[in-house]
């Protein structure tokens, strides 16, 4: 039997693990045993993209039982339907709304992101779940080449073209319209470290830095600046 406490450096998952009960733990046992004790009670329900560069906890300064976080490719939310399939990221809207009555709902897109690339550029042929997936994104896209300013535009209008989604779910245009939900889009540019916040009134993205929220979701049909309707 070899040592349990000797690992090889190549398992630094495992030393991760370790370091995380020996010291980041001890710090914070009474913060997570009264979570424990009195249940988790997040006020914002966090849709972002899986990408390893987005990190919520870091963007919003949140800690242990502050945000209930949904993460899949490119940050999407399917059309709200009733057709009792395996959806995990509507599952965990209904959820997060209906049990946890979360106050706010972020749908947070950021820059560089693969998602919106593969959307333009085409997935693997064996892909067929995420060609299927990015077609959530289809109503976003361009008629441009891909270039970093469409793809930018592009990134911000998927952003909004959730927000909108969103307010197709029943539980979700309720809340919303009783004042007691928000919703926010955010565009986190990871180069600058700022993210950028949807303002409905604006019709246009504004640096956190700048802002005067931190976002307001669509309430109308957004119009951008040429005039065009996103979506109505
Ligand atoms: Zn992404």
């Known amino acids: ?46 849709i972002g993209c899986s990408d390893s560069r987005l990190v919520p906890y870091l963007l919003t300064g949140a800690g242990p039982g502050e945000l209930f976080i949904v993460r899949n490719v490119g940050a999407l939310i399917p059309p709200y339907d009733q057709s009792h399939g395996l959806h995990g990221t509507m599952a965990a809207i209904e959820f997060a709304v209906l049990s946890l009555h979360v106050e706010r709902i972020v749908v947070c897109g950021h820059s560089h992101c693969g998602a ?66 928000t919703l926010h889009g955010w565009h986190y540019v990871i180069e600058d470290g700022e993210v950028h916040v949807f303002d409905a009134q604006q019709g246009d993205f504004i640096a956190a830095s700048l802002a005067s929220n931190s976002g307001t979701g669509p309430y109308a049909p957004y119009v951008e600046h040429d005039g065009q309707i996103l979506v109505d």
Do not use: N
Request: hydrophobic share 45%.
């Open 116 to 181: 919106i690339r593969t959307a333009y550029e085409g997935a693997p042929a064996e892909a067929v779940a995420l060609t299927a997936w990015l077609k959530l994104i289809d109503e976003a896209l361009l008629p441009v080449q891909p270039c970093a300013e469409s793809m930018r535009r592009t990134e911000q209008r998927a952003v909004v073209l959730q927000l909108e989604r969103l307010m197709g779910y029943p539980m979700v245009r309720r809340e919303v319209e009783a004042g007691a939900l």
């Open 1 to 46: 039997m070899s040592d349990p406490a000797v690992v090889t450096a190549a398992d630094d998952l495992l030393l991760r693990l370790r370091h995380f009960r020996s010291d980041y733990f001890p710090r914070h046992q009474q913060r997570f045993q009264d979570l424990v004790a009195e249940g988790q009670h997040p006020k914002t329900l966090f």
